[in-house]
């Protein structure tokens, strides 16, 4: 689904988002993050092919996490896929929604999952985002040698939904000033 597309013409300066979402609440504060960007074209990670990635030098990845550290089912569809993409130039920034007290030692494990690959393939990973105040006993998305961090933003609407709006807006902060 296209929750907005851009003309043609401003498609140099367009952000490309991709997100799963298991049962809804990643897409629902997705629409948050879209509304942030002037000119941003979002897909759903399970309509995606790795070319789709080619013409951002600036991509969103949105998450959850499921069933102990697993990725979101349409992105563990495309890992293998997302794996071949070629990140070298571009800036990615990853946000993931996770349960910190139900699956405290896999808090948002896919962001880590996700920010690896980038990595590893030629990418830089922006918007890294402070694990003060979250209650996890572990996590794939806390970036290894700088453990003050996750890779990207945790949202975990299970416990703190009344901190979403607050974290969504923090984290845009950061990253648009990268952009
Ligand atoms: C069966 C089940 C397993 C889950 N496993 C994890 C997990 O390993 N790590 C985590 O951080 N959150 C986990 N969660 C929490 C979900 O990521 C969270 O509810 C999220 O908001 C779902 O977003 P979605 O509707 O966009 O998929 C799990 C939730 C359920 C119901």
């Given at each position: 689904m296209i929750l907005r597309t851009i003309k043609e013409?401003?498609?140099e300066h367009t952000?490309?988002?991709f997100f799963g979402s298991d049962t809804g609440i990643?897409?629902?504060?997705?629409?948050?993050?879209v509304d942030a960007f002037k000119n941003i074209e979002v897909k759903e990670i399970?309509?995606?092919?790795?070319?789709?990635f080619k013409p951002y030098d600036?991509?969103?990845l949105g998450l959850s996490t499921w069933y102990d550290g697993d990725l979101q089912s349409d992105w563990e569809?495309?890992?293998?896929?997302?794996?071949?993409?070629?990140?070298t130039g571009k800036k990615v920034a990853i946000y993931g929604l996770g349960d910190q007290i139900g699956y405290a030692e896999y808090f948002i494990d896919g962001v880590g999952m996700?920010?690896?690959?980038?990595?590893e393939n030629g990418g830089e990973v922006i918007g890294k985002w402070p694990v003060d105040g979250y209650r996890h006993t572990d996590s794939k998305a806390i970036i290894p040698n700088d453990e003050a961090y996750f890779y990207g933003l945790?949202?975990?609407?299970?416990?703190?939904?009344h901190l979403n709006e607050e974290r969504i807006t923090g984290w845009l902060d950061l990253i648009t000033k990268k952009l």
């Open positions: 013409e401003e498609m952000v490309g988002l990643t897409e629902e504060l997705t629409h948050d993050i399970s309509e995606a092919k790795a070319e789709d600036f991509i969103l569809t495309f890992f293998d896929e997302f794996k071949t993409i070629d990140f996700l920010a690896e690959v980038v990595l945790a949202l975990d609407n299970d416990n703190e939904s």
